[in-house]
């Protein structure tokens, strides 16, 4: 079965390089905007601002889970060593969670959206900023992995691949 899949490059990946950054950074870039629209429009009273937020949010929403899809693939084919593993699991840990938190958010506002309330209510707004800390967190996490431990990275898959680490 192995003879079909392709052949791991220097990343240790089938494909070129890795794909989960990409669409993580997306879903990041798309939180915060969304969070930061949303607060603007509660303090400006600009409900266009809303209509902003709930695209975004709609949009990290998909995208969250994309990333997740990529990232469990090169989780499992970067070898992670032992010093890695701790954190490696705790990316992994949280980001599962914050894909479910970032979709409970995403229906708590699509309900808020379909009630047309011309103000979000605070408990919303307290919510969206604890989001926004988890994924601090979380990209910190995931700045570890790539920064400190270098996964997926040339000279880490080589140590790796040349019994080193």
């Known amino acids: 079965m192995f ?5 791991l490059n220097e990343h240790n ?12 950074h997306f879903a990041i870039a798309m939180v915060l905007f969304a969070v930061f629209c949303d607060l603007l429009g509660y303090f400006t009273k600009n409900s ?11 949009f990290a ?24 593993v701790s954190t490696l699991n705790a990316h992994t840990i949280l980001g599962w969670s914050l894909s479910g938190i970032l979709a409970v958010v995403t229906a708590w506002r699509y309900v808020i959206r379909l009630q047309e309330r011309p103000q979000l209510p605070l408990p919303y707004l307290a919510a969206s900023v604890l989001l926004v800390g988890l994924v601090c967190i979380q990209t910190y996490l995931g700045s570890l992995l790539v920064w400190v431990y270098g996964l997926h990275t040339i000279p880490v898959v080589e140590a790796i691949r040349g019994g080193i680490l």
């Open 3 to 7: 003879k079909y899949l392709p052949p």
């Open 13 to 24: 990946l089938p494909y070129p390089d890795t794909i989960h950054p990409i669409v993580v």
């Open 48 to 58: 266009k601002l809303y209509e902003v937020s709930w695209w975004n949010l709609t």
């Open 61 to 84: 929403t998909v995208s969250i889970f994309i990333a997740i899809i990529f990232g469990q693939i090169e989780a499992g084919l970067a070898e992670p060593y032992a010093a890695s």
